[in-house]
């Protein structure tokens, strides 16, 4: 090719460039089934996304507070059974956990007593009524006796309190210690429903009273604990939009409100702790998940936007592809604006609905540039 005709061509190139879409020839690529699986090629719509004066961050996700609840032995004894697993969904008032306790005779035993006394000390009432009216003792007798009696109620008022605050329904209690065939065991209850997040004991072990047993709660409950500069974190007010990809998932991105900031210092890191809550992509992570993006702060603006990993470089000029169809990817030249840390603003080329491809992005790439070679 002579220098002319190379000259001619790079002019040519960069005049289309400058075109219009509509006015340029369109670049397609069509993989046939099997290609498109192996390249494992993934779709993502273009969405309108908030862009403005922007922090980059670095946090993670916690799980939200009371949204757990930790579930402790009440008494001291052996493990008779575990009626749940980790990951478990369980009602309100479902069976958590069966314990077997010597704890329970003594219960037992002094509820047993207090009814005793109580009963003996009722007959002594009334017959001191009637020993009254004869004048056989006097009323500061009597009025011993029911002193007595009342001492009896609350003894016997408080063992019931403590079985009831064990779970046992007081209803229940006069029955439950007359059974012939009644065992020391106790079987602990979920006090809200949830899922069981953590089980820290086994069949057949030993648990001290007030001993963590499992942990209950709604994983869907979390929120993101921010780390930040002091005089970034300044300039950050509730409300104030923020925009996260969970560490090694490019192009799953979700959104969070800033709660609130923690009136405090780290001392080991000299970073401010902001909270937020997750409004858009709870299902994209798990407590514990390192996460990354922008805080957007103050007034925002709203324009179409793709994932990071959708645009590629092709000569001198930003594309995407657009997928047209069955294995059939149309490549897009784009302009793009801001990029807030996982996604570009889209100035022009593209649509809001439109599905672009995230994953494979270099093998259409490849694809593309093939075809053009053989043309």
């Known amino acids: 090719m002579t220098r002319h ?6 002019v040519l190139s960069f005049i289309a460039t400058l075109l219009p879409p509509a006015a340029r020839a369109v670049e397609t690529v069509r993989l046939n089934a099997a290609t498109e699986n192996r ?3 993934e779709t993502s719509p273009v969405v309108e996304w908030s862009f403005g004066d922007q922090i980059r961050i670095v946090g993670q996700t916690v799980r939200s507070p009371g949204s757990t609840l930790t579930v402790k032995a009440l008494v001291e004894g052996r493990v008779d059974s575990v009626h749940v697993a980790p990951g478990d969904r369980v009602p309100r008032g479902g069976a958590l956990v069966t314990i077997q306790s010597h704890d329970l005779h003594d219960l037992k035993g002094r509820y047993l007593r207090a009814r005793e006394a109580l009963k003996l000390a009722e007959n002594r009432v009334e017959a001191g009524e009637q020993l009254l009216e004869l004048e056989g003792i006097s009323r500061l007798e009597l009025e011993q006796r029911r002193q007595y009696a ?6 016997i008022d408080a063992v019931e309190a403590e079985l009831e605050h064990l779970g046992f329904r007081r209803e229940e209690v006069a029955t439950l210690f007359d059974a012939p065939d009644w065992h020391p065991q106790m079987t602990l209850r979920a006090p809200m429903a949830g899922a069981v997040l953590d089980l820290e004991v086994e069949t057949h072990g030993w648990v001290e009273r007030y001993q963590p047993l499992l ?10 604990e921010l780390q930040m500069p002091p005089d970034q974190a300044d300039r950050v007010a509730p409300g104030d939009v923020v925009e ?10 979700g959104r969070a409100r800033i709660i609130t900031r923690v009136p405090r210092v780290d001392p080991t890191t000299r970073t401010v702790t902001l909270r937020a809550e997750i409004t858009d ?8 998940v390192f996460v990354e993006g922008t805080l957007v702060r103050g007034d925002v603006s709203v324009a179409p936007s793709v994932p990071e990993s959708a645009v590629i470089r092709i000569g001198a000029q930003d594309h995407v592809f657009v997928h047209t169809g069955a294995s059939t990817y149309e490549a897009r030249p784009v302009h793009v604006g801001r990029f807030n840390g996982s996604r570009y603003e889209i100035l022009a080329g593209t649509a809001v609905g439109e599905e672009v491809a995230v994953v494979g992005v270099f093998l259409l790439k490849s694809a593309l540039l093939r075809q053009t070679d053989g043309n």
């Open 244 to 253: 996260f990809v969970p560490v090694g998932r490019p192009g799953q991105t």
């Open 39 to 41: 390249a494992g090629i």
């Open 5 to 10: 005709q190379t000259w001619t061509v790079f």
């Open 150 to 155: 009342l001492g009896a109620r609350l003894d």
């Open 215 to 224: 942990v209950l709660g709604d994983p869907a409950r979390l929120e993101l």
């Open 281 to 288: 992509g709870r299902a994209l992570t798990l407590p514990g």
